[in-house]
């Protein structure tokens, strides 16, 4: 199997570090966070802590295709990372990745970068309207959202678990994470607002976000408002229907074993 991979030059001196944990993930490694869909494990180099994601061996077609026609997510990930770092967007500090492939096919992929501390996520703010500072975090993660939009970045997993906030003395800054889903370009109205639609289902949030959004752009607050709503509701209404459409091939599925 061939190995390729890229590595920040800055950090070059520690390709021999990279190439161990790599070669030696499954064995070394501490495991952190969800490892429902793709694995990471922290790993400790001189007293910094490295995240290493490791991405599954996707199916059949997406191994020719990754092997010859795209960008895998490992790629991805490092090269959007270096690219949002150019833009002043905080995202942790890109390190390397690592790819394996056979001949005809794509395997496993890995991404380097350093781990970033924070002290929460988008997530809690839908789930504790107490935390301290609510509306001042929610209303500075809008000005965050804006400033992507500003410098053409649509980030396409804007989701709850996958913006890192951390309090500093002067208010807070914003990273994001799980980077291998992103467009680079010019953004229109409406691709902006529905930008918002995968945050949060309550609508307070979205009131919140909206008024921010509209100091922020000029545009009309009731203007974003009905579009950020309706296009919030709509993407509800589809993440429930194709998850009622899973338990049902689930139940059909046991039924016929």
Known sequence: MNRTKNIHKDFKASEAFFDDIILNYDSKGEPFGNQDRNS?????????????????????????????????????????????????????????????????????????????????????????????????????????????????????????GNTLIQKVDNGYEFYLVDLNRMEFKELDFETRIKNFSKLTIHKFMIEIMSDEYAKCSGEAYDKILDLMWSSTEAFQNKYHKKRRLKKKLKFWKTYQD
């Open 40 to 160: 990471l494990k922290l790993f400790d180099l001189n007293g910094k802590t490295v995240n290493v994601k490791s991405f599954r061996i996707p199916n059949v077609i997406n191994q020719i295709a990754y092997r010859f026609f795209r960008k895998s997510k490992a790629q991805r990930s490092f090269e959007y990372g270096n690219w949002l770092k150019s833009l002043d967007i905080g995202t942790p500090q890109p390190l390397a990745y690592y790819e394996f492939k056979t001949a005809f096919l794509f395997k496993k992929s890995y991404y380097i970068s350093e781990q970033q501390d924070c002290d929460l996520t988008y997530r809690e703010l839908t789930t504790n309207f107490n935390y301290p500072d609510f509306e001042a975090i929610l209303r500075a993660f809008t000005r965050f959202t804006y400033k992507l939009h500003q410098k053409k970045v649509h980030f396409l997993d804007h989701s709850p």
